[in-house]
């Protein structure tokens, strides 16, 4: 099977040196919004909320949270699981089509609360799809030789642009932040093994927030008729993301001669329930072999790919040697797809600014190290 190879963008499979994930981290606000909550705002039935998306709870930023805090936190909780610190970094590559502002980048905000001096930094807006857009960067830039180490993060607060007189988009979306530090890996055992990502920007009005840019800048107008709010055509959006995902996602296997049964883990953007449902249905996978956690933290965008991705880390589903399949769908509108073979923490690299006897185990997604803790109490009050 050519699973040691990566395709290039002109299609032919080439030979080099994987790159492989060594940390992950994530983080929730700590406000959390039930459905019995959203139900009363909306006049629904909070058991309609949980029929039609699959989610019971997601996590909404308070006034003192922002998309910054959140990325710190997921990225010390990655830099922690990888065994490096900040300053190893030499690139941060966030995902964010909620950031603090048109710019400075939101990279570059965390750049500087990290204290990350080293690293090159800067943002990617794919929407739902981002995360692996910017992986998919830093995974080229490593391989490249540009750099060494790579920190991306996605973070999301789309709960600040969410109508709440609008149900379909009010119980959808949720925030948080999700996070890897990518480095390369020179046995070729493990690791990267392909990414593709792609667009169709013939169908970007699925799903948009009309106003707040150079186009339809924000004026009494906008306002009025919710302009900065998420537009959602979520029928044809839902339609799409199967069709294409779907074929993505076969034509990866084919030209790696693998079968659904042969890959161990599926993790997808968690979109809704019913479109996990549905790319179940279409590709004959086992339930057993999908992560979800929608139920828990609803849809937050280009975050929910890394932090279900982080879930199934620090639960230890992911063993090394198990072939695992990322698959993303967004705005755009956008989508990837990714194959990893995981590997084992102890095959991780030694760098020179390691301290060499740090702990290394696994620990449960609300539990953090004493540092991240008081990171997290200071800034977010995430859950431990």
Not at 99 to 120: D, H, N, V, Y
């Amino acid at each position: 099977m050519a699973i040691h190879t990566i395709q290039s963008a002109f299609g032919e499979m080439v030979n080099t040196p994987a790159t492989r994930i060594i940390g992950t981290g994530s983080a929730l606000p700590k406000q959390a919004i039930s459905n019995a909550q959203l139900a009363q705002r909306l006049k629904i039935d909070e058991s309609y909320i949980v029929r039609v998306s699959g989610i019971r709870t997601r996590y909404w930023a308070s006034n003192d949270e922002q998309c910054s805090t959140l990325a710190e936190v997921a990225a010390h909780r990655a830099l922690d699981a990888a065994g490096i610190t900040a300053h190893d970094v030499d690139v941060i590559i966030v995902s964010t089509t909620s950031p603090e502002m048109p710019f400075p980048s939101t990279a570059c905000i965390l750049q500087s609360r990290l204290g990350a001096s080293r690293a090159a930094a800067f943002d990617v807006a794919a929407s739902c799809s981002g995360f692996l857009y910017a992986l998919s960067m830093a995974d080229r830039l490593i391989r490249a030789g540009q750099f060494r180490r790579g920190l991306v993060v996605a973070t999301e607060i789309k709960s600040r642009y969410v109508n709440l007189d609008d149900a379909q988009t009010a119980m959808l979306f949720g925030d948080g932040a999700g996070a890897a530090v990518l480095v390369r890996n020179h046995d070729g055992t493990s690791g990267l093994l392909d990414i593709r990502i792609g667009a169709d920007g013939q169908r970007h009005d699925l799903i948009t927030i009309p106003a707040g840019g150079s186009r339809q800048p924000m004026s009494v107008e906008t306002v009025k008729h919710r302009l900065h709010t998420i537009h959602l055509r979520g029928a044809a959006l839902y339609r799409a993301a199967i069709k294409h995902l779907g074929t993505q996602i076969s034509a990866l296997l084919d030209d790696h001669r693998l079968s659904v049964t042969d890959i161990d883990h599926w993790i997808f953007h968690q979109a809704n329930g019913r479109l996990l449902a549905a790319l179940r249905d279409r590709l004959g996978i086992a339930d057993s072999h999908v992560l979800s956690v929608i139920e828990q933290v609803g849809n937050i965008s280009s975050a929910s790919l890394p932090f279900a991705l982080d879930m199934a880390c620090r639960q230890q589903r992911l063993q090394p040697g198990h072939l695992v399949l990322l698959g993303s769908f967004g705005g755009g509108l956008t989508w990837g797809t990714a194959l990893l073979r995981w590997g084992s923490p102890t095959e991780r690299p030694m760098l020179p600014t390691e301290n060499r006897g740090r702990k290394q185990e696994m620990e449960p997604i609300r539990s953090t190290s004493r540092r991240t803790r008081r990171v997290d109490e200071r800034r977010t009050g995430a859950l431990s």
